[in-house]
C-alpha cells in the first residue's frame, strides 16, 4: 500500500497516488468480503474451524520472516542489533505504547544508524 | 451512526501509527478492536486474520473484515479508508521530503534507523499475535516451521498457507 503511494505519486503526483492506491484495493476488498460471507455460513464446521487454525499459524510466521528477512541488512553493522533487541523488550517484556517505545528506542537508533551509515 | 463515525475515527488513529505497515502493529489493533471496542471477540479476530493472510492483496485486510463485521459492506469500505488516507498522506510526504534532503548520509540514517526500528516492532508483533491466536504446541511448531522454510527455501507462501491449512482440516492444530 505505501509502495502504492510512492510509486504512484512518482509518475502522476497526488492524482497518480490515488490511483494507485484505489487499483490495488478494490479487487481485494471485494474477494476478501466474498471469504467473509463464506465464513459467516461455514465457520461452525469442525473442519472451517480448523482450516482456520491452521492458516493463522502459518500467517503470524509469514509476519515474523519479514522481520527475519529484514534483518539480513543490520548483519552488515551489528551494532543495530541492539536497536532491535531494545524495541523487542520495550515492546513484548515492559509492554510499552508505540509512542514510548519509538521516543526511547529513536535516539539511539538513530545515533547508530549515523555510525552505520558513515561505515558503510 | 455513532459506531459508524467511531470505527472510523478509531481506525484513523491507528492508522496514524500504523504508517510503517500494519503487521508491526497488530497488538495495537488487536487491543482496539477486542479489548476496547469490543466490536469483535479474540476468537474471531483470529479467524479474520487467518482469512486476511490467505486473501490476495494488501495486508490490511483484517480491518476490512472487522469493519464488515460491525456494520456491513459499509462497515468494511469505511474501515479500509480509515485505515487507508492518514498513513497514505503521511507516506506521500514523508517520502517527498526524504526525496529532496541533499544529504546522502542523513537520508541513509534515517532509512537506516527507521529499518532497524521496524524490524523491533514487527518481530514483537509477530510474537504477541502468537500468543493470541497459537493455541496448540503444534500451532507454535507450524508458525516456526513456516519461519524457517521461508528463510532457507524460494517457496511461495500461498503453499505454506495451504499446508498450514491442510493440517488445520485433518485436526492437528
Given at each position: 500500500?505505501?509502495?502504492?503511494?510512492?510509486?504512484?505519486s512518482?509518475f502522476?503526483?497526488?492524482?497518480?497516488?490515488l490511483?494507485?492506491?484505489?487499483?490495488?484495493?478494490l479487487?481485494?476488498?471485494?474477494?476478501?468480503?466474498?471469504?467473509?460471507?463464506?465464513?459467516e455460513?461455514?465457520?461452525?464446521?469442525e473442519?472451517?474451524?480448523g482450516?482456520?487454525?491452521?492458516?493463522?499459524a502459518?500467517?503470524?510466521?509469514?509476519i515474523a520472516?519479514?522481520?527475519?528477512?529484514?534483518?539480513?541488512?543490520?548483519?552488515?553493522?551489528?551494532?543495530?542489533?541492539?536497536?532491535?533487541?531494545?524495541?523487542?523488550?520495550?515492546?513484548?517484556?515492559?509492554?510499552?505504547?508505540l509512542?514510548?517505545?519509538v521516543?526511547?528506542?529513536?535516539?539511539?537508533?538513530?545515533?547508530?544508524?549515523?555510525?552505520?551509515?558513515?561505515?558503510? | 451512526?455513532s459506531?459508524l463515525?467511531?470505527?472510523?475515527l478509531?481506525?484513523?488513529?491507528?492508522?496514524?501509527?500504523?504508517?510503517?505497515?500494519?503487521?508491526?502493529?497488530?497488538?495495537?489493533?488487536?487491543?482496539?478492536?477486542?479489548?476496547?471496542?469490543h466490536?469483535i471477540?479474540?476468537?474471531?479476530f483470529?479467524?479474520y486474520?487467518?482469512?486476511?493472510?490467505?486473501?490476495?492483496g494488501?495486508?490490511?485486510?483484517?480491518?476490512?473484515?472487522?469493519?464488515?463485521?460491525?456494520?456491513?459492506?459499509?462497515?468494511?469500505?469505511?474501515a479500509?479508508?480509515?485505515?487507508?488516507?492518514?498513513?497514505?498522506?503521511?507516506?506521500?510526504?514523508?517520502?517527498?521530503?526524504?526525496?529532496?534532503?541533499?544529504?546522502p548520509?542523513?537520508?541513509?540514517?534515517?532509512?537506516?534507523?527507521a529499518?532497524?526500528?521496524?524490524?523491533g516492532?514487527?518481530?514483537?508483533?509477530?510474537?504477541?499475535?502468537?500468543?493470541?491466536?497459537?493455541?496448540?504446541?503444534?500451532?507454535?511448531?507450524?508458525?516456526?516451521?513456516?519461519?524457517?522454510?521461508?528463510?532457507?527455501?524460494?517457496?511461495?507462501?500461498?503453499?505454506?498457507?495451504?499446508?498450514?491449512g491442510?493440517l488445520?482440516v485433518?485436526?492437528?492444530?
Amino acid at each position: 500500500m505505501n509502495l502504492a503511494v510512492c510509486i504512484g505519486s512518482r509518475f502522476g503526483g497526488a492524482r497518480g497516488a490515488l490511483a494507485a492506491t484505489l487499483g490495488l484495493s478494490l479487487g481485494p476488498i471485494a474477494i476478501v468480503l466474498c471469504l467473509a460471507l463464506l465464513y459467516e455460513h461455514y465457520s461452525y464446521l469442525e473442519s472451517v474451524k480448523g482450516l482456520l487454525r491452521g492458516i493463522s499459524a502459518v500467517g503470524v510466521g509469514l509476519i515474523a520472516s519479514t522481520g527475519f528477512k529484514m534483518m539480513r541488512d543490520e548483519f552488515r553493522y551489528p551494532a543495530m542489533f541492539l536497536v532491535v533487541a531494545l524495541t523487542m523488550i520495550a515492546a513484548t517484556v515492559f509492554h510499552l505504547g508505540l509512542g514510548y517505545v519509538v521516543l526511547l528506542v529513536a535516539p539511539i537508533a538513530v545515533f547508530l544508524a549515523r555510525k552505520k551509515a558513515q561505515a558503510l | 451512526m455513532s459506531i459508524l463515525l467511531s470505527l472510523f475515527l478509531k481506525l484513523s488513529a491507528f492508522s496514524l501509527v500504523a504508517f510503517g505497515g500494519v503487521n508491526a502493529l497488530l497488538p495495537v489493533l488487536f487491543n482496539l478492536a477486542v479489548h476496547q471496542e469490543h466490536w469483535i471477540d479474540v476468537q474471531t479476530f483470529s479467524d479474520y486474520f487467518a482469512i486476511a493472510q490467505a486473501a490476495p492483496g494488501p495486508n490490511f485486510m483484517t480491518v476490512t473484515l472487522i469493519g464488515w463485521h460491525v456494520y456491513g459492506v459499509l462497515g468494511a469500505l469505511l474501515a479500509t479508508l480509515a485505515i487507508a488516507w492518514p498513513s497514505s498522506i503521511m507516506i506521500y510526504f514523508l517520502q517527498r521530503f526524504i526525496m529532496r534532503m541533499k544529504n546522502p548520509l542523513s537520508k541513509q540514517t534515517i532509512q537506516y534507523a527507521a529499518a532497524a526500528l521496524a524490524i523491533g516492532l514487527v518481530l514483537s508483533s509477530a510474537f504477541e499475535i502468537a500468543l493470541q491466536i497459537n493455541h496448540s504446541l503444534a500451532a507454535y511448531i507450524l508458525t516456526i516451521g513456516t519461519i524457517a522454510i521461508t528463510l532457507l527455501t524460494r517457496w511461495h507462501p500461498l503453499y505454506l498457507i495451504a499446508i498450514g491449512g491442510a493440517l488445520g482440516v485433518l485436526g492437528f492444530i
